[in-house]
């Protein structure tokens, strides 16, 4: 409920100053063509990809949480967003390949370069990063200690090259590749809402369907196995899914930090730890806290958007750290 | 649908010697048949081998068939296993933790014969008040009773538990292997338990088997194994055994350890 009135409000704010009722008219297609294109062609596909950006981020991290056992796990755990900002970095820097940009900044630079050069390699690196790490886990006993470990390290070395990469970097050339790394939601279109979407529905459906297999895993190892789960098995798995869905949206919008790990602690706090739950109200979450944050950044950006991604933790730590020391729900 | 256990053996990653070196016994059907032994003499390990959590040499049957032709569902259906490690604290209720033994029925929505059985469960336990308590306001008595439930609830036909009354007080330890004695003799199951507390093993086992070394020192009738000379060898323990006139079992009265140590501060 609070995601469709939310969705409404979302689209009824921006630096065009439309009214309300011109708002409902462009989305009858009866307004301006102007107004018609703004809702339509801008609007909604950004609308759609806060939806669907914040539910994916926030379910990757909610089964990261489950999987590794470990409340600091998020779709970064795996130095997915570190791989994917390299990426994007090498792109942008090295081979001056454009991406999709509200036309707010720097426009000139990325004409003529296909717009989802940026978004591919993100999105390639990322992946190599996803696989190199599950794949060394997968050598020894997929300990959940030793993916952390992992990603932290592998993490690191994606930061050293990205900083590297900055170093020879030239000026307009940096300020592209520092803009990519600010999240930003108008870059969606249908096209790549469409393709979040498959990937986030599937692991929508995947994570409910196998909740109760998660629910086996919150009791430890031993436990899990002794009740019947492939626990590296799902693990793998679901890791894969979880890191595939972050891998996709951070390719196509930027960093959006912090949303995979506010959403499933507070859902998990306010409503308990059963998968069958917290994995539906999880996404609803992330839905909620991307549009909120999306809504405010372009109302306080004057003109243009502020980076979501500093929004979305500007509006979500104080309520997570108020949220951390109630007493309410004492277990992660 | 008996357990039959043969030369197993299982060293563990980096050691030199094996904690297991040859290991056979049978659990027949209806019997319970409890492994004791000393600290670190491979109690958990045997069980871990057994099911192929360890991977170990030897065979295994279970219900007459090899445990490697056996898939991962095929065991689960057909084992309950209970492990020695805690469960981890979670807020999942307590009925929702007792669900998770029928992990291969359940759907998102529960149906009423898999919530019937686990209400059925926690009231023979007398956990019934705790249904919708998180499981991590349990007191650890309490959370080793959950588990118990857990296991049985599945309806397994051979039931294997690793110290399934640890942390548990005498009233609850004594109810809890009842239920496991009455669940052996009704569903005609092959029951493997593990325990410390030689004085219960003695009371329930039908068969006790004694590790040391890793190997089979002595198995039979709880008589048979429990003496003097038994505990002695096995435990380093000097003991005095009584034979209850009243149940028949031996018990065991703890004298001195072999090895005496001067323990001035």
């Given at each position: 409920m609070a995601v469709i009135v939310l969705a409404f409000v979302c689209?009824?704010?921006?630096?065009?100053?439309?009214?309300?009722?011109?708002?409902?008219?462009?989305?009858?297609?009866?307004?301006?063509?102007?107004?018609?294109?703004?809702?339509?062609?801008?609007?909604?596909?950004?609308v759609l990809a806060a939806i669907i950006a914040g539910a994916g981020l926030s379910i990757s991290g909610l089964i990261m949480q489950t999987d590794l056992n470990n409340p600091m796990a998020s779709p970064s755990t795996l130095g997915v967003s570190n791989a994917a900002v390299f990426g994007a970095n090498l792109s942008i820097i090295a081979f001056a390949g454009g991406f999709l940009d509200t036309g707010n900044h720097l426009s000139s630079y990325t004409v003529g370069a296909n717009p989802y050069a940026t978004s591919l390699m993100a999105f390639l690196f990322s992946t190599v990063s996803i696989l190199l790490i599950l794949g060394l886990c997968r050598l020894r006993a997929f300990q959940p200690g030793v993916v952390v470990l992992a990603g932290i390290a592998i993490g690191s070395v994606w930061t050293a090259a990205t900083t590297i990469l900055q170093f020879y970097a030239t000026d307009v050339g940096l300020s592209a590749a520092v803009i990519w790394t600010f999240g930003d939601l108008g870059r969606a279109t249908y096209r790549t809402d469409c393709i979040m979407a498959v990937t986030v529905?599937?692991?929508?459906?995947?994570?409910?369907?196998?909740?109760?297999q998660f629910n086996a895993l919150l009791s430890g190892d031993a436990a899990a196995k002794s009740m019947g789960v492939a626990v590296d098995k799902l693990r793998f798995v679901s890791m894969l899914l979880a890191s595939v869905i972050t891998a996709v949206c951070v390719s196509f919008l930027g960093i959006i930090g912090f949303v995979g790990i506010i959403c499933p602690h507070v859902t998990k706090r306010l409503l308990g730890q059963d998968h069958r739950v917290s994995v539906p109200a999880s996404?609803?979450?992330?839905?909620?806290?991307?549009?909120?944050?999306?809504?405010?950044?372009?109302?306080?950006?004057?003109?243009?958007?502020?980076p979501v991604g500093a929004i979305t933790s500007l509006l979500g730590a104080p309520f997570f750290l108020a949220i951390i020391f109630s007493r309410k729900g004492e277990h992660d | 649908m008996s357990l039959r256990i043969e030369h197993l053996k299982y060293t563990y990653p980096k050691a030199k010697e094996p904690v297991i070196r040859d290991i056979s016994f049978e659990a027949p059907d209806g019997c319970i048949t409890v492994v004791i032994g000393a600290n670190g003499v491979g109690k958990s390990t045997l069980i871990k081998s057994m099911l192929g959590i360890f991977?170990?040499?030897?065979?295994?049957?279970?219900?007459?068939?090899?445990?490697?032709?056996?898939?991962?569902?095929?065991?689960?259906?057909?084992?309950?296993?209970?492990?020695?490690?805690?469960t981890l604290l979670t807020s999942l209720s307590v009925l929702n933790v007792v669900l998770l033994g029928r992990l291969g029925t359940l759907n998102i929505r529960v149906q009423d014969e898999d919530i019937d059985r686990a209400l059925d469960i926690l009231k023979l336990l007398h956990l019934e008040t705790l249904v919708d308590r998180p499981f991590y306001a349990l007191s650890g008595g309490q959370r080793r009773m959950v588990d118990v439930a857990q296991t049985l609830v599945r309806d397994p036909r051979i039931?294997?538990?690793?110290?399934?009354?640890?942390?548990?007080?005498?009233?609850?330890?004594?109810?809890?292997?009842?239920?496991?004695?009455?669940?052996?003799?009704?569903?005609?199951?092959?029951t493997l338990l593990t325990l410390h507390d030689l004085n219960m093993a003695a009371r329930y086992a039908d068969r006790l088997v004694l590790l040391k070394d890793g190997v089979v020192f002595r198995e039979g009738a709880p008589g048979e194994i429990i003496t003097a000379d038994n505990i002695r060898e096995a435990y380093g323990v000097e003991v005095h055994v009584h034979t209850s006139s009243r149940t028949g079992t031996p018990m065991l009265l703890p004298l001195h350890p072999l090895q005496q140590t001067d323990y001035t501060f």
């Open positions: 689209l009824f704010v921006g630096s065009s100053h439309m009214s309300i009722a011109e708002c409902f008219a462009a989305l009858a297609k009866k307004g301006s063509a102007a107004q018609v294109r703004i809702i339509w062609n801008i609007r909604i596909p950004r529905l599937a692991g929508l459906l995947f994570f409910t369907l196998m909740s109760w996404a609803l979450s992330g839905s909620v806290l991307l549009l909120l944050a999306d809504t405010l950044s372009r109302s306080m950006g004057n003109g243009s958007a502020l | 991977r170990s040499e030897g065979e295994v049957w279970l219900d007459g068939k090899n445990r490697r032709d056996m898939s991962h569902a095929e065991l689960h259906r057909l084992v309950g296993y209970m492990t020695q490690e805690n039931l294997i538990m690793d110290e399934p009354t640890a942390n548990l007080d005498l009233v609850n330890e004594m109810q809890v292997l009842e239920l496991i004695k009455a669940y052996t003799k009704q569903r005609g199951t092959s």
